[in-house]
């Protein structure tokens, strides 16, 4: 039996496909297939965040089953089945059956039964322990916990992920000490509100936080790196700051969505902070770690925004300099406080689409600046890849903080740790050469050597970017 998967959205959704795989791989003998006509079960994992997500689903679903083999089944997951549910049946009668994002555990029961739909946003999962991949590689993500609590007026994930639930840490540092017992150097943890955790959950658990589990999964021996995604400003206290800073098995690059700089915009957004309390955040972080890397989320053309609210997003963006910048036109979404707004308070279109011009290309300008600095350092990056292209052979890989490097003319060892001096900056992409090759133990040493150094007088700590 051979199966085939579409995952669109999140790492969030990434994940959620890998339990799925890994669940019918092992309970029910199916074997991953790129090619959709050859597949006895075609499933396709949904997101609803961006606009039309349905119009595009029924597209997909209508190409699927024409192409399909004669009694292969098609069943849809995510979060655009979790609001929509039996109406994707209705709709589309050639769909077997739809699982919510909240009912993942269940894709072995669902399969059995015919036009099964299972889309219960208050379902608890958070102590299922799923099946294990056969194979990994040298990264991987980690589920800390589940659901929102969030009630921002332009996200559908409460609606479709439910209530906010922590994954109970004995399980978290089991898994984590098996995927790292596998090969893996660096985890990723994922949750809607990463920093949020420890709040609730299902069964009786000791009192813990965000701070706790990160130094905790840090004491597991081979383990390189801990990232995560993605924290929320408004929980980012000193507490946080400090353990993020000083722990050295943290990367040092960190994805804080701002939204929007303009206060008044972010009351309406029901984000919790303003302009004052995101700044002074990032202050805090850049007083503690003068190279950090930060990315940020930001929706242009929200709901009344005027080109004040516009400029305060500017200059937020010049303040902080993020290195990541994902950007979107605010896109209506059903179920959403935001989405009831009066429609004349809706950005005309072509003004929200020049408006996120002009943010990307200061974001641009910003990136070339920056890049530009880079020139002559040296950092450590976990070798990912191996390529070829018309000019030259290179490894690649990304730094403490989040720089993707190439180290031009050397392949080396997938999974290795190697120092490189940045040579070349092409439009913003660093690349470098190879100075050598670091154990692990060398690589944790020189971390914790660089994150405990006491500045001199008159100069800062420097996390990363040393010059050779």
């Not at 399980?171 to 420890?198: F, I, M, P």
């Not at 940020?296 to 937020?316: H, N, R, W």
């Not at 950005?347 to 880079?374: F, G, V, Y």
Request: aromatic share 6%; glycine share 6%; proline share 4%.
């Amino acid at each position: 039996m051979k199966l085939f998967i579409q995952t669109m959205g999140c790492a969030m959704n990434e994940r959620d496909s890998a339990h799925i795989i890994a669940e019918l791989s092992q309970k029910k003998h199916y074997t991953l297939t790129d090619n959709a006509k050859e597949a006895d079960l075609i499933l396709i994992n949904t997101c609803s965040v961006r606009e039309k997500p349905e119009k595009k689903l029924f597209s997909e679903i209508g190409q699927f089953a024409k192409e399909k083999k004669a009694g292969a089944k098609i069943g849809i997951c995510g979060c655009t089945a979790s609001h929509l549910g039996e109406e994707i049946i209705k709709k589309a009668p050639s769909v077997d059956f739809v699982l919510g994002a909240r009912n993942v555990s269940k894709i072995t029961q669902v399969l059995e039964r015919p036009k099964a739909v299972e889309v219960d946003i208050n379902y608890d999962d958070s102590t299922y322990v799923f099946a294990s991949p056969q194979t990994m590689g040298i990264k991987a993500t980690l589920n800390i916990s589940i659901g929102c609590d969030k009630k921002c007026s332009y996200c559908i994930v409460p609606f479709t992920r439910g209530r906010e639930i922590s994954i109970p840490q004995d399980l978290l540092l089991r898994e984590a000490r098996r995927l790292v017992d596998s090969g893996v150097k660096e985890l990723l943890l994922l949750g809607q509100n990463v920093n949020h955790y420890g709040v609730r959950f299902s069964t009786p658990h000791p009192k813990t936080n965000f701070a706790d589990l990160l130094n905790n999964l840090s004491e597991i021996k081979g383990l390189y790196r801990i990232r995560f995604t993605s924290p929320h400003p408004l929980h980012m206290d000193d507490a946080f700051l400090h353990t993020f800073a000083q722990n050295p098995v943290i990367a040092k690059g960190i994805h804080i969505p701002l939204q929007s700089g303009s206060s008044r915009v972010l009351k309406m957004m029901k984000r919790g902070y303003d302009k004052a309390w995101y700044l002074d955040r990032i202050a805090k972080l850049k007083a503690l770690l003068p190279d950090v890397g930060i990315g940020t989320d930001i929706i242009v053309g929200f709901p009344t925004e005027s080109q004040a609210d516009f400029k305060d997003t500017l200059e937020v963006l010049s303040l902080v300099e993020f290195d990541t910048l994902y950007s979107f036109v605010y896109s209506p979404r059903p179920h959403t406080s935001a989405y009831e707004y009066d429609k004349s308070w809706l950005i005309e279109p072509k003004l929200a689409k020049e408006r996120l011009a002009t943010l990307q290309n200061l974001h641009k300008q910003i990136l070339r600046k920056k890049a530009q600095k880079e020139i002559g350092k040296c950092y450590e990056i976990l070798v990912e890849n191996n390529r070829d292209d018309e000019e030259h052979c290179f490894s690649e890989g990304r730094t403490s903080n989040n720089k993707l490097i190439k180290i031009l003319g050397k392949k080396c060892p997938i999974g290795s740790i190697a120092q490189v001096k940045i040579t070349k900056n092409e439009g913003g992409a660093l690349m470098g050469e190879f100075v050598q090759e670091l154990s692990l133990e060398q690589a944790l040493k020189a971390n914790t050597i660089t994150h405990t150094a006491k500045p001199n007088k008159g100069e800062s700590s420097v996390v990363a970017g040393v010059v050779c």
